[in-house]
Structures are given as C-alpha cells and as structure tokens.
C-alpha cells in the first residue's frame, strides 16, 4: 500500500502561481512513476504531468506545457507540481497518484496507476 497526501492547493489569480505538494508513505521503494491528475467540473480526470520516480524523466500535458513542472525529493518521498502562470481554465481538483509499473505506452493512463490521494482544490479567479 502506498498512501498519498496532497496539499498546496486554494484560490489564486490569474498568472499567480501555486506549489502543490504531495507526500508518499508506506511501500513508496515499489513507487515507478507519480503522476498529477486534474479533473475540472462535468470533464474527465486528465493527467497533468508525470515524473518516473527513479530515473527523474518527465512528461506535461500539452495544456500545460511551459507553465508547470513536476519535481520529486527522494528523500522525503514527495513530489512537487509547481504551478506558474495559471490561467482560469486550470481551476480542478488535483490529485496525485503513484504507479508501480506502466503499461507499454508508459504512465500515461489512468489506469496505470494503483493509489491516489484525496485531491486539492486548485482555483484560479479571471
């Protein structure tokens, strides 16, 4: 089992920025890749960016390529989603989630990963 717990989330403006955290415990060492979610009223959750937990490489969603980047602390066994020049269209709920293997196309579904956190409250005011 591995448990998530997300925070960092709440309201910011416009082109404001916002620093999500997400703390991993339990049998984090069978941890293959994190991934951040979002999942905006009435739409489906989509993933955001996605970090492999060992060898650091990353991939960001094309709505958010440029403005958000993924980063983990192997030591304190939590991931980052740095947030910066937000836009209102980015107001979710953001999750985290920890795969313990990909599929052949790599971490890139939702159904590649097993364990996700409770979700944060991300909202950006126009």
């Known amino acids: 089992q591995v448990r998530l717990v997300e925070s960092g989330g709440g309201l910011v403006q416009a082109w404001g920025s916002l620093r999500l955290s997400c703390a991993a415990s339990?049998?984090?060492?069978?941890?293959?890749?994190m991934g951040w979610f979002r999942q905006a009223p009435g739409k489906e959750r989509e993933l955001v960016a996605r970090?492999?937990?060992?060898?650091?490489?990353?991939y960001y969603g094309n709505s958010v390529k440029g403005r958000f980047t993924i980063s983990r602390d192997n030591a304190k066994n939590t991931v980052y989603l740095q947030m910066n020049s937000l836009k209102p269209e980015d107001t979710a709920v953001y999750y985290c989630?920890?795969?313990?293997?990909?599929?052949?196309?790599?971490?890139?579904?939702?159904?590649?990963?097993?364990?996700w956190g409770q979700g944060t409250q991300v909202t950006v005011s126009s």
């Open positions: 989630a920890a795969a313990l293997r990909c599929s052949g196309y790599g971490c890139y579904e939702r159904s590649d990963y097993a364990y």
């Open positions: 339990g049998r984090t060492s069978s941890t293959y890749a």
């Open positions: 970090i492999y937990w060992r060898a650091g490489s990353t």
